[in-house]
């Protein structure tokens, strides 16, 4: 399995990225998708998150600016920034939990991607 992230870089602020994840190998589907970020000196934190059915779930201090979303025929996850600030540059990494089968049993399973680097300049 491999969760390749895409789509940062160098923005100035009030500018706008699109990340995207795209998932491969093998299992039976995918539920739920999300965005987390790292920045310097600091702990990792949930962004946003994204359900099978297309609920999604943001961290205050990404709402009404940030867009989850799926694309469930590319298994690819994106996340659309607008009005990005100093304050969200990041490591910013994917993580999906990944549905696969023993003989009967199902096991969903948590795997992450490499990460994409946003830095927003001032």
């Known amino acids: 399995v491999q969760l390749q992230a895409s789509g940062g870089g160098l923005v100035q602020a009030g500018g706008s990225l699109r990340l995207s994840c795209a998932v491969s190998?093998?299992?039976?589907?995918?539920?739920?998708m999300r965005w987390y970020r790292q920045a310097p000196g600091k702990e990792r934190e949930l962004v946003a998150a994204?359900?099978?059915?297309?609920?999604?779930h943001y961290a205050d201090f990404v709402k009404d600016r940030f867009t989850i979303s799926r694309d469930g025929a590319k298994n690819t996850v994106y996340l659309q920034m607008n009005s990005l600030k100093p304050e969200d540059t990041a490591v910013y990494y994917c993580?999906?939990?990944?549905?696969?089968?023993?003989?009967?049993?199902?096991?969903?399973?948590?795997?992450w991607g490499k990460g994409t680097l946003v830095t927003v300049s001032s």
């Open positions: 993580n999906a939990a990944l549905l696969s089968y023993s003989g009967t049993q199902g096991t969903y399973r948590h795997y």
């Open positions: 994204i359900t099978t059915g297309g609920s999604t």
């Open positions: 190998g093998s299992f039976f589907m995918i539920g739920d």
